[in-house]
């Protein structure tokens, strides 16, 4: 019989190996964010030493959790280990409302949860070769912004995330971040960072459809250009606009689902979501 024990820091580097597998691209230096996000909320199962299969359930505050990492390693697969897993780590937590990221196919198998289908989220991908915007409103994230963001990202946010944008927003050599600020305002920004393959931008927020092509275009003239990726949610039509602009593809599809009450966010104002696994 498995054990089921608390991920540490160094266990989730093993989890992103096995996202990176799963064709989940994760970014180059997710652990230490992800990990601050809540230390106690990566889960795994382990038999004779090995992990075999992990769950993550990121509480953001008493009221709201995002599950995701829900993976089995191949060798351990229709064992009901996952499964197990799973029901563990929800047992854990008495957030009133658990997001998550699943893929389609297991749509099904969420409802059986008490998970009730909200709208899909797409990934957009492809290379991208843009001009840097002229504008001195468009600055690179830096620590004396990080309260205002903090701040401005509450609007987009299921609950409050403060430990996870401390780290997130720390500039490195594979992530950065850009803000627009307008007379002391804030009126959207975003990361982008470096991935096992090309750049993922996320979160994209901003106030108006031109905001958000400002702060994209700045995103990846700080990353170089290459090949960038964005996830959107299906119903805002102006971010699925910003992809065709800049001829991004639909390369994979994801379906946000909730237990509990529906969080009431402004997906008009979402052109990216910061990660699937931590939504």
């Not at 995701?68 to 897993?85: C, E, K, M, S, V």
């Not at 749509?107 to 504008?135: D, I, M, T, W």
């Not at 639909?250 to 910061?274: K, S």
């Amino acid at each position: 019989m498995p054990i089921f024990r608390n991920a540490s820091r160094a266990d989730l580097e093993t989890l992103l190996d096995w996202a990176a597998r799963e064709g989940w691209n994760p970014g180059l230096d997710d652990a230490t964010p992800f990990f601050a996000a809540d230390p106690a909320g990566f889960h795994v199962a382990e038999e004779d030493g090995q992990i075999v299969a992990a769950i993550s359930l990121v509480r953001y505050g008493p009221a709201y959790a995002f599950l995701g990492f829900y993976i089995t390693h191949p060798d351990f697969r229709g064992q009901g280990i996952g499964r197990a897993l799973w029901n563990h780590a929800l047992s854990e937590t008495e957030a009133r409302t658990i997001g998550l990221d699943g893929v389609v196919a297991q749509q099904e198998n969420y409802r059986k949860s008490g998970f009730a289908y909200a709208h899909a989220n797409l990934r957009y991908g492809g290379e991208v070769s843009c001009s840097e915007p002229p504008s001195s409103e468009l600055v690179e994230v830096s620590p004396v912004h990080i309260p205002a963001i903090i701040d401005y990202d509450r609007r987009f946010s299921a609950a409050p995330r403060e430990a996870f944008l401390k780290e997130w927003l720390r500039p490195l050599p594979a992530r950065n971040s850009a803000v627009l600020i307008r007379n002391a305002e804030i009126l959207g920004y975003g990361t982008i960072r470096a991935c096992r393959d090309g750049h993922k931008i996320g979160p994209l927020f901003a106030d108006t459809e031109t905001n958000a092509d400002l702060v994209f275009r700045k995103l990846v003239t700080m990353a170089g250009g290459g090949d960038v990726f964005l996830d959107i949610p299906e119903p805002n039509a102006a971010a699925k606009a910003l992809c065709d602009r800049y001829n991004l593809k639909p390369v994979f599809e994801t379906a946000r689902m909730y237990r509990g009450p529906v969080p009431e966010l402004p997906l008009a104002n979402i052109y990216g979501v910061t990660s699937f696994e931590l939504g």
